[in-house]
Nanobody, 116 residues
Framework: QVQLVESGGGLVQPGGSLRLSCAPSGSIFSFDAMAWYRQAQEGERELVASVNRGGIVKYADSVKGRFTMWRDAAKNALFLQMKSLKPEDTAVYYC??????????WGQGTQVTVSS
């Protein structure tokens, strides 16, 4: 079973930036799709950004123009660069990898807090 380990969360002021990393125990290209999700303390888990095997990246409307996601083959990792952060971006961010239609792997999550 491939595991996913996130890192890079923390406390940042509004307008600041953070970069999240997701490192699988196997190859990132073993997944048909990978994604970042987030879940606020009193909310449901929502999709932030996803990339399919063909490399097409999609973003939630709430983060378009501020977040950038990419896979780095050399580092064997998935990244999420977050800029112009807002308090409403505060959440636990989860890395997700999917194989086929139903097999999913989740990371343990990393906390992002945007506050002055």
């Amino acid at each position: 079973q491939v595991q996913l380990v996130e890192s890079g969360g923390g406390l940042v002021q509004p307008g600041g930036s953070l970069r999240l990393s997701c490192a699988p125990s196997g190859s990132i290209f073993s997944f048909d799709a990978m994604a970042w999700y987030r879940q606020a303390q009193e909310g449901e888990r929502e999709l932030v950004a996803s990339v399919n095997r063909g490399g097409i990246v999609k973003y939630a409307d709430s983060v378009k123009g501020r977040f950038t996601m990419w896979r780095d083959a050399a580092k064997n990792a998935l990244f999420l660069q977050m800029k112009s952060l807002k308090p409403e971006d505060t959440a636990v961010y989860y890395c997700n990898g999917r194989v086929g239609a139903t097999s999913q792997t989740w990371g343990q999550g990393t906390q992002v807090t945007v506050s002055s």
